[in-house]
């Protein structure tokens, strides 16, 4: 077997227990190897794909430093609407929804009998859409007007726990959609360092959230 042949296989190889290990660490919160030893292994993956550039894939953990900087964000066209949501202050309000629930499922036959609802907490971020055609990330974009939004891939790309890979059996387009956000703990720390350097800090976690994730050069956005 020559030489590429067998980088082949350990990159493949490495890229597996990566995913694995970041998955673990980000997702679980429950990390299996030290971060030295994760490191030996992202490096022993850097160092195949400079000796071979054929074997980097858009889905490869190296690539989730990002793009380098660009002149603007590029316009996405939604393929479906991205919509936001009303409010619903008063009793009233539930009420008038819960009609239009009902009217809406009625016209379409189902029995709104059968409906039942989840209440959660709606976090401040910013909307995003993901999607994925054969399960490979091909592109992200922000709400936008609803209807044209802004290219974030690079930026969505160093958030490490998404996948820019799909496992299993998986539909041959699927967009996810939900909110990128900034926790008030990490937003603390940023505008510690911010301080520190005699910048202007954040005014609130989503304006840290959306500011991060608009940023022109990804490798910031990684920061």
Do not use: C, W
Request: glycine residues 4%; negative net charge.
């Amino acid at each position: 077997m020559g030489g590429l042949e067998v980088s082949r296989k350990l990159a493949a190889e490495l890229k597996v227990e990566l995913e694995k290990h970041i998955q673990n660490y980000y997702v679980l919160d429950a990390p299996t190897i030290s971060d030295s030893e994760y490191d030996s292994l992202y490096f022993q993956l850097v160092d195949v794909e400079k000796q071979y550039p054929e074997l980097i894939t858009s889905d490869s953990p190296t690539q989730r430093v990002g793009a380098l900087s660009k002149a603007t964000l590029l316009p996405v066209v939604h393929s479906v609407p991205m919509l936001s949501l009303s409010n619903a202050f008063t009793e009233k309000d539930v009420q008038n929804f819960e009609a239009r629930i009902a009217k809406l499922l009625d016209s379409n036959e189902i029995k709104h009998a059968s409906i039942e609802y989840v209440a959660e907490l709606k976090f401040d971020g910013l909307a995003v859409s993901i999607r994925y055609e054969n399960g490979v990330l091909v592109n992200a974009a922000t709400r936008g007007d609803g209807q044209v939004g802004e290219d974030v891939t690079p930026n969505i790309l160093t958030i490490r726990p998404i996948p820019h890979k799909l496992k299993g059996d998986v539909p041959k387009i699927l967009e996810i959609r939900g909110e990128v956000l900034m926790y008030k703990s990490t937003f603390e720390k940023i505008n510690t360092v911010l301080h520190s350097q005699d910048k202007k800090p954040f005014v609130n976690p989503r304006n840290a959230a959306a500011g991060s994730l608009k940023q022109l050069d990804s490798r910031i956005t990684k920061q």
